[in-house]
């Protein structure tokens, strides 16, 4: 009864709330037994699948390799682009529950999910290096690929450049990073490489300029670290995905859609018949009447309306459409973009380098179709109140540890509880879900014509023994 005291000091207000805690408290304790065991059932099977995805995901065995530029790239990205098309056989879909039951398998104890490829770029005081982060079981794919498209390319193993660092910020060192995301839908395509090609060579312009000329001016501490994550999408997401693209292209070209159908047993589908066929009878008799009666109404016509408003559209809304089709042609990524700066304090530039940084994803957005947004920190004020003034070294630390263990998910202030769990469909228009040409305009070796003076390139070409050479034994 303080309790109530405290919260409602009026006596009437008191009894209202008695009143209503004391029924609620009766009707648990008589059915308890029906609603205590689904609520239980289902946080233990919650608990059972992330044990063991946690599981799966720790033995995992992960392979950390170098990208030796070639010398000489006159490729376009879209040979990158061949890359990311042939990794989309990392994609994969875990069995259902069903499937695993029908297998005669414990369901869920697999704790399969789709695995993940990092691409990453480090700029240091000394250079600029290209990295590649992937399951061992990719390797040989991701070699491959890479070989096909650049023969030159030098695939080296190397050490993580995360792991010289216990956590950040320290003491010593301050950092800023964010996670970048998608303005608008991701049906919206982005700016991509396409448009800064040019058919004279000479007049090649490539995206990725602007940032390699900003590594190739760090000072000495600093280090900027890009990430993107990418992961392919299961079977369901693919079509989830597919099926709200097209519905937000239906309806930018005004067409109408079917509704779907209802699944309906037996018995609604009797009386829906019964009822359909006493308003056919009541639609005929009127029909009949209305012919008998002496003041005939004259028959209104019919106005067709168009199947498609693309006859109607501009030029630019005609472009806008086609562009998003041509981005739904092509296979796309679930993708996370990271970005830290971190530099000791001595030196440590937060507004330029930040303000460098978002004015190169800016060089992607077009103001009819899409854009890269830093992602705003979601508190609420349970945290607020727990962490206090603490709350921006933690949000900091959390994401130098995502950007460490190369989580795909957003970090946990970007993330509402329950959003963006590894196979759910329901949210996957809030992903940022990039098609290969959009993936190869973020990230691809240089152009020969790009002097970012940090950046090593192989001096020396590599060739293949002749098939003749003789063989001493």
């Known amino acids: 009864m303080d309790v109530y ?20 408290w009766r009707a648990f304790a008589a059915y308890w037994w029906v609603i205590l065991p689904p609520t239980l059932f289902y946080i233990f099977l919650e608990q059972w699948i992330l044990y063991w995805r946690k599981l799966f995901l720790k033995n995992v065995v992960w392979e950390f390799l ?25 994609s994969t879909t875990p069995d259902t529950w069903q499937e695993e039951l029908r297998d005669k398998k414990i369901p869920f104890k697999a704790g399969k999910l789709p695995l993940w490829v ?67 839908d991701p049906v919206y395509p982005i700016k991509t490489y396409q448009f800064f090609e040019e058919r004279v060579e000479e007049q090649r312009l490539d995206p990725m300029a602007p940032l390699l000329e900003l590594l190739s001016h760090l000072q000495e501490g600093e280090e900027i670290w ?12 693919t079509k989830a995905w597919k ?3 097209q519905a937000v292209i239906d309806k930018l070209m005004g067409k109408k859609t079917a509704p779907e159908p209802k699944n309906e047993n037996l018995i609604i589908e009797f009386l829906t018949g019964i009822a359909q066929t006493i308003n056919d009878f009541l639609t005929s008799f009127g029909g009949i009447m209305e012919q008998a009666s002496p003041a005939k109404k004259e028959e209104k016509k019919e106005e067709k309306t168009p199947q498609s408003l693309m006859q109607f559209m501009s030029p630019g809304q005609r472009d806008r459409v086609e562009q998003m089709e041509k981005k739904l042609a092509k296979p796309v990524f679930e993708t996370m973009i990271r970005v830290l700066y971190h530099a000791p304090k001595t030196v440590f530039d937060n507004k330029a380098r930040r303000a460098a940084m978002n004015a190169f994803f800016r060089s992607f957005n077009t103001s009819n179709l899409n854009e890269f947004k830093g992602k705003k920190k979601d508190y609420n004020f349970f945290a607020q109140v727990l962490w206090g003034d603490n709350l921006k070294r933690r949000d900091a630390t959390a994401l130098f540890t995502c950007y460490r263990n190369r989580i795909v998910e957003p970090a946990p202030q970007f993330r509402k509880w329950g959003e963006f769990k590894p196979l759910s469909t329901d949210d996957i228009m809030k992903r940022t879900l990039l098609n290969i040409e959009e993936c190869a305009t973020l990230y691809h070796f240089p152009i020969s014509q790009v002097e970012a003076s940090k950046l090593y390139r ?11 050479l003789p063989i001493i034994q």
């Open 226 to 237: 890009v990430q993107m994550n990418l992961r392919g999408l299961t079977g369901p997401q």
């Open 118 to 184: 990092s691409f990453e770029l480090l700029g240091t005081h000394s250079g600029i290096s290209f990295f590649v982060r992937t399951p061992k079981e990719f390797r040989p794919l991701v070699e491959t690929q890479f070989r096909s498209q650049y023969p030159q390319i030098q695939i080296l193993d190397a050490k993580d450049y995360t792991e010289k660092f216990q956590t950040l910020p320290s003491a010593y060192t301050n950092m800023w990073g964010t996670e970048y995301k998608l303005g608008e």
């Open 458 to 468: 192989v001096q020396t070409k590599t060739q293949a023994p002749p098939s003749d």
């Open 243 to 245: 099926k709200a693209a």
């Open 66 to 90: 170098e990208l030796k530029v070639p010398r000489d790239v006159l490729l376009t990205p879209k040979a990158m682009e061949q890359i990311f098309a042939g990794l989309q056989a990392i």
């Open 5 to 24: 005291r405290f919260l409602f000091p009026d006596a009437f207000t008191q009894k209202i709330f008695s009143d209503i805690f004391s029924v609620i």
